[in-house]
């Protein structure tokens, strides 16, 4: 079957989507976006996806593109054109098409609309967690305002290429103290002696992820201590655990980190639980 998209109020063959040459998202990067999840047929977390897109929308002064309501219509819709039961929906709004000039259009430019949707096949996510993946760090090189879910992600496609070059499943990025703030496309986590989990607090150096928000839930539920603080390299290299979070990763376990092997250089136990408990989540508690 082929893959339908939604651009600007019409669905269209997957092939044949296409944007202005003058979108702003093309040209400046003046975008922000939502990736979903979807399991057994069901978004997951989507109301927390919408808050996250209309505050991305409110801090880049972007107006919403249509009603919250409506947005969920287009949103289910195209994941039932495209037939997904296990995978992602892509969300992406652009300031809109205007003559190109670095200052906002007028107000009569509406905002452009993107929508994809495609399967992931949950066994793959589920192969690379059974092994656990590796790290690596680098020097976080991005912009203040990584709170922002901007479609500006040069710096974290760069990132994320060293660490496919060095054989890596993720780059951990690191400040200029020293401590990690995020993956390039996930959120960090260590679990320290005591078997407490450990998180960088939510600020303007890191994105708040949904399933680091779910994550936060479920631990709390299961009586695991949460502590959010940064963390260093060396603090992570000495974890009894490790592993990242994210909408297409859920809890993924890192048995390395740059040269270091963590624990026993297989998954462990905290987190071969806490992606069973998410999984459950996804699948039940956290649908929509």
């Known amino acids: 079957m082929s893959r339908v998209a939604y651009v600007n109020g019409r669905y269209v063959p997957h092939a044949h989507a296409r944007v202005h040459v003058e979108d702003r998202g093309y040209q400046f990067a003046d975008g922000v976006y939502e990736v979903i999840a979807v399991c057994g047929g069901r978004l997951v977390d989507v109301e927390p996806h919408f808050d996250r897109l209309e505050r991305s929308l409110a801090e880049v002064d972007m107006r919403r593109p249509m009603s919250r309501a409506a947005l969920a219509v287009v949103v289910n819709e195209t994941v039932r054109r495209n037939r997904v039961r296990d995978g992602i929906v892509y969300l992406q709004v652009s300031r809109g098409v205007a003559p190109r000039d670095h200052a906002f259009p007028g107000p009569g430019v509406r905002p452009a609309v ?71 496309s996930t959120n960090a986590w260590i679990v320290d002696g005591e078997g407490n989990l450990v998180t960088r607090q939510t600020d303007t150096a890191i994105l708040s992820g949904i399933t680091r928000r779910a994550l936060l839930e479920v631990a709390e539920r299961e009586g695991i201590r949460v502590v959010e603080r940064p963390f260093t390299v060396a603090e992570a290299q000495a974890a009894r655990e490790a592993f990242v979070t994210s909408t297409t990763s859920f809890v993924m376990p890192v048995v390395q980190i740059d040269d270091r092997v963590i624990g026993n250089g297989v998954p462990g136990s905290i987190s071969r639980a806490l992606r069973e408990l998410y999984r459950r989540y996804a699948d039940g508690d956290g649908g929509a």
């Open 114 to 184: 993107v929508l994809t949707a495609k399967s992931v096949p949950p066994a793959r996510g589920d192969a690379k967690a059974a092994e656990g993946v590796r790290v690596v760090t680098l020097p976080d090189i991005r912009w203040r305002r990584c709170d922002i879910k901007s479609v500006s992600l040069l710096p974290n496609v760069l990132a994320k290429q060293r660490a496919r070059e060095a054989g890596a499943f993720e780059a951990w990025q690191v400040d200029a103290d020293g401590y990690v703030t995020e993956g390039s």
